[in-house]
């Protein structure tokens, strides 16, 4: 699932920051662990996704399978976040191409070798 923006769900993006201000919307959307009102961080979203990642797509992974993986932006961040070892203080400024392919290929250790955008 995607995160969860709480009571900012729904609402229009340009009045919401006219309403709180840009910088504190961007604090919102962007940061790791400060959630907006009644919502999730990327903390909260990588608490649900990384599990899920390791369960089921990551020994697919080791056992040289091919694995497409299909989500919204921030449940992509939050994988992007793990897999290539981004710190909670730089992942706020990494931009995740929205419909953009982006294909890993890892070494026995899980480690990214190689990442390419298609």
Known sequence: NERHYGALQGLNKA???KKYGEAQVHL???SYDVNPPRGESLKDT???TIPYYKKNIEPELQA???VLIV???????SITKYVETISDEE???VEIPTGVPIVYTFDSQMKVRQKMLL
Not at 71 to 77: D, F, M, P, T, V
């Open 46 to 48: 990588c608490e649900r």
């Open 15 to 17: 009045e919401t920051m």
């Open 91 to 93: 992942i706020p400024k």
């Open 64 to 66: 040289n399978k091919n």
């Open 71 to 77: 989500a919204h932006g921030n449940s992509l961040r």
């Open 28 to 30: 919102w959307r962007r």
